[in-house]
């Protein structure tokens, strides 16, 4: 299967601090990719949609200048969260995605667990 | 609203037990894609399903395409403690949705 990293894997900021986080497809290219939040014990919940070259897509409720989102690259994508407060403490993932086959396949990072004090 | 609806929300069996997991959606899909989940770890694609009525098998595992392609189920057979997760459905629309989860305990 496709790999897909992030990094860091886990973050612990002050309250009023960027964090940035990064996501790299590594043996395939890929236009979009996911950034997605998740709480414990519950499914993901997508923040918005990172297309290579231009502005993402923010869903409903998510801030855009809170979570700026850069996808400088055809590999790599990068979620910053700007002034950091501690209900932004989340776990944070993202996926790139993939044609394969006639359909399109999410592959997903590891996450990056965000913990702001 | 939630494009997906899985169920039940919540499971906890006994090893060598079996089970089904649901993923409802009044929406058509032209894939879905079921993945698992463990804690602190990024979600693991298991299969994807394209075609309606589609069956496919991995070892202990059976997931199925719904005929109209807006529903999908997962089945295991004689479940292990190494099953234990969060199971996910997602599907593509102009993004990439999942389900509300699945988180399954299996007891040894």
């Known amino acids: 299967g496709a790999v897909v990293s992030q990094h860091p894997s886990r973050v612990i900021c002050k309250s009023g601090t960027s964090v940035k986080i990064e996501c790299r497809s590594l043996?395939?290219?890929?236009?979009?990719m996911f950034w997605y939040r998740q709480f414990p014990k519950q499914s993901l919940m997508l923040m918005a949609t990172?297309?290579?070259?231009?502005?993402?897509?923010?869903e409903q409720g998510v801030e855009k200048d809170k979570f700026l989102i850069n996808h400088a690259s055809l590999t790599l994508s990068t979620l910053t969260v700007t002034s950091a407060h501690p209900e932004d403490s989340s776990f944070y993932i993202c996926?790139?995605?993939?044609?394969?086959?006639?359909?399109?396949?999410?592959?997903f990072g590891p996450g990056t667990r965000l913990t702001v004090l | 609203t939630q494009l997906l609806e899985q169920s039940p929300q919540f499971l906890s069996i006994q090893e060598g037990e079996n089970l089904t997991v649901y993923c409802n959606s009044s929406?058509?899909?032209?894939?879905l894609q079921w993945y698992r989940q463990e804690p602190g770890e990024g979600p693991v694609l298991l299969v994807t399903?394209?075609?309606?009525?589609e069956v496919k098998k991995l070892k202990r595992l059976t997931f199925q395409f719904g005929d109209a392609r807006k529903d999908s189920s997962l089945h295991i057979t004689a479940a292990q403690p190494g099953d234990t997760g969060l199971y996910l459905c997602?599907?593509?629309?102009?993004?990439?949705?999942f389900g509300t989860g699945t988180s399954l305990t299996v007891i040894p």
């Open positions: 043996d395939f290219q890929a236009t979009t």
């Open positions: 399903v394209v075609t309606g009525g």
């Open positions: 990172s297309n290579e070259g231009s502005k993402a897509t923010y």
């Open positions: 929406s058509v899909f032209s894939s």
């Open positions: 997602a599907g593509p629309r102009n993004q990439f949705y």
């Open positions: 996926s790139a995605r993939r044609l394969a086959g006639g359909y399109n396949e999410q592959f």
